[in-house]
């Protein structure tokens, strides 16, 4: 089992920059893919970015390729998403989810969740 929790959401205006956090349970973090999604108000979830396990190759979607940055630190069993240059679009609700080793953009893949951090952007 895989308990994940969000935390760093918030409001912020257009332009500005953010970093999530999600920190995880468990003793072999290191092998599992972390995946970051969204979901805005009255969307479907879709896929943000994601790190794989033990390679740690990362992937984004079009959206927010150049402007987010996903990273983890195994030892302290953390992945981050630093969000730059925010846009009113970019506002959802933000999971962190767990998967093993490989990493994917759909979230059908992911077996673990955290409960989402809210990111607001206003214009």
């Known amino acids: 089992q895989v308990q994940l929790v969000e935390s760093g959401g918030g409001l912020v205006q257009a332009g500005d920059s953010l970093t999530l956090s999600c920190a995880a349970s468990g003793r072999t973090f290191s092998s599992y893919a972390m995946g970051w999604f969204r979901q805005a108000p009255g969307k479907e979830r879709e896929f943000v970015a994601a790190?794989?396990?033990?390679?740690?190759?990362?992937t984004y979607a079009d959206s927010v390729k150049g402007r987010f940055t996903i990273s983890r630190d195994n030892a302290k069993n953390q992945v981050y998403l630093q969000m730059y240059a925010l846009r009113p679009e970019d506002t959802a609700v933000y999971y962190c989810?767990?998967?093993?080793?490989?990493?994917?953009?759909?979230?059908?893949?992911?077996?673990?969740w955290g409960q989402g951090t809210l990111v607001t952007v206003s214009s």
């Open positions: 989810a767990a998967r093993w080793l490989l990493n994917s953009g759909n979230h059908l893949n992911y077996d673990y």
């Open positions: 790190i794989s396990g033990i390679s740690g190759t990362t």
